[in-house]
């Protein structure tokens, strides 16, 4: 397979002179997803973790409902890149057919494809009570990504997605250079495990976007952490989902936007009130 990273020669300028040395950088191919044969994506990615992608992208899209539904998967290395082949049952292929579509676009694309503006903003699903959890847990939750991202530490090139479970830690942690492939890497880690995403919280290294706050309510996710800031379409995408939405996570803080509810200190809800 092809490796998810490699080391390059370059020259680096510094301190006013010329510097010889390699630096490791991420790897991204093209991975085409294919359902009984058919091809339905094309998608830019990096070469790790496929199986984890495919599942995880069938769940986000709809194409399955439970992993379990997905009843062989094979990667294949091919010339022009990988295919991610799966076989469904002839019911979900069938409805598959009917709203096939080409999704050929850039790295980590979230929305290349969708043909109507109301596919693409379709109303989220609504998560559950989900998880309480104090300001720390929070902060302990993005502290325990850095060095759970060994791809990201060698080429500081990768996004990162990751579960956190109050009690248990960091669970689990996928890497892509898109930030949805990321999520949808961890999605499907999740579901092979047989875990859900409501009893913790989602965290990752990138600003929020819509597409990942509507993977995040389609994986029951109830609060979703991320360390740069939201748009303002994700956060009424938040909002209606009643997803929890921290964003700007630093060492020292982190922001909070939706439902304040869950977060267990007693002025969040005052200070957002307030600042309203």
């Given at each position: 397979m092809i490796p998810s990273h490699q080391a390059v020669a370059r020259a680096a300028w510094r301190r006013g002179r010329w510097e010889k040395g390699t630096r490791q950088i991420a790897e991204e191919t093209a991975v085409a997803l294919t359902y009984n044969r058919a091809t339905?994506?094309?998608?830019?990615?990096?070469?790790?973790?496929?199986?984890?992608?495919?599942?995880?992208?069938?769940?986000?899209?709809?194409?399955?409902?439970?992993?379990?539904?997905?009843?062989?998967?094979?990667?294949?290395?091919?010339?022009?890149?990988?295919?991610?082949?799966?076989?469904?049952?002839?019911?979900?292929?069938?409805?598959?057919?009917?709203?096939?579509?080409?999704?050929?676009?850039?790295?980590?694309?979230?929305?290349?494809?969708?043909?109507?503006?109301?596919?693409?903003?379709?109303?989220?699903?609504?998560?559950?009570?989900?998880?309480?959890?104090?300001?720390?847990?929070?902060?302990?939750?993005?502290?325990a990504l850095t060095p759970a991202q060994p791809l990201g530490r060698a080429t500081r090139a990768v996004h990162a997605a990751g579960f956190w479970r109050p009690g248990d830690g960091l669970v689990v942690l996928r890497e892509d250079v898109g930030r949805h492939n990321a999520l949808d890497k961890l999605a499907g880690a999740l579901a092979l495990a047989?875990?859900?995403?409501?009893?913790?919280?989602?965290?990752?290294?990138?600003?929020?976007?819509?597409?990942?706050?509507?993977?995040?309510?389609?994986?029951?996710?109830?609060?979703?952490?991320?360390?740069?800031?939201?748009?303002?379409?994700?956060?009424?995408?938040?909002?209606?989902?009643?997803?929890?939405?921290?964003?700007?996570?630093r060492e020292d803080g982190f922001e909070l936007f939706t439902h304040p509810e869950r977060i267990e200190a007693g002025t969040a809800k005052d200070a957002m009130h307030d600042a309203a």
């Open positions: 339905h994506a094309v998608m830019m990615a990096t070469p790790a973790d496929l199986e984890d992608f495919a599942v995880g992208f069938s769940l986000a899209e709809g194409i399955v409902a439970r992993a379990e539904e997905i009843e062989e998967i094979e990667i294949v290395a091919a010339d022009e890149g990988v295919e991610a082949r799966m076989w469904i049952a002839p019911a979900r292929a069938d409805a598959l057919g009917q709203r096939r579509r080409a999704m050929a676009g850039p790295t980590g694309c979230g929305l290349c494809g969708l043909d109507s503006l109301a596919q693409a903003l379709r109303p989220p699903p609504r998560v559950g009570q989900g998880v309480h959890v104090a300001p720390a847990e929070i902060e302990a939750a993005v502290a047989g875990e859900t995403a409501e009893a913790g919280l989602l965290v990752m290294t990138s600003r929020v976007s819509v597409e990942l706050v509507q993977k995040a309510a389609r994986m029951g996710a109830s609060v979703l952490v991320a360390v740069s800031a939201p748009t303002g379409l994700a956060l009424r995408v938040a909002e209606q989902a009643g997803i929890t939405l921290a964003a700007v996570a």
